[in-house]
């Protein structure tokens, strides 16, 4: 099993800034893939950012050049700084943690709230 536990959500001004932080515990496979999807009220989650063990990433078209993201493969954390924030990202953000094994699970966090007032 692999637990998760994120941390830095929060309210925040548009145009401000947080930084979502995320730890990786438990029995992980070397090959996965570590990152952050989003969820606001009424909608389907979706992709933010996602980034390999080797260093290659995708970002969503809405979060390209306003967020960055990065991991640390020896203590299995990935981070997410978020800048230049708009109300439209506000949601729930979860960490997500992809055992690329066949048939392997996909393991989430609990999520943490993240508010952009206008």
């Known amino acids: 099993q692999v637990q998760l536990v994120e941390s830095g959500g929060g309210l925040v001004q548009a145009g401000g800034s947080l930084k979502l932080s995320c730890a990786a515990s438990g029995s992980i496979f070397s090959i996965n893939v570590m990152g952050w999807y989003r969820q606001a009220p009424a909608k389907q989650r979706e992709l933010v950012a996602i980034?390999?063990?080797?260093?290659?990433?995708n970002y969503a078209d809405s979060v390209k050049g306003r967020f960055t993201i990065s991991r640390d493969n020896a203590k299995n954390t990935v981070d997410l700084q978020m800048n230049s924030l708009k109300p439209e990202d506000t949601a729930v953000y979860y960490c997500?943690?992809?055992?690329?094994?066949?048939?392997?699970?996909?393991?989430w966090g609990q999520g943490t709230q993240v508010t952009v007032s206008s």
């Open positions: 980034m390999t063990r080797g260093g290659g990433i």
């Open positions: 997500n943690l992809r055992d690329l094994r066949i048939g392997a699970p996909s393991y």
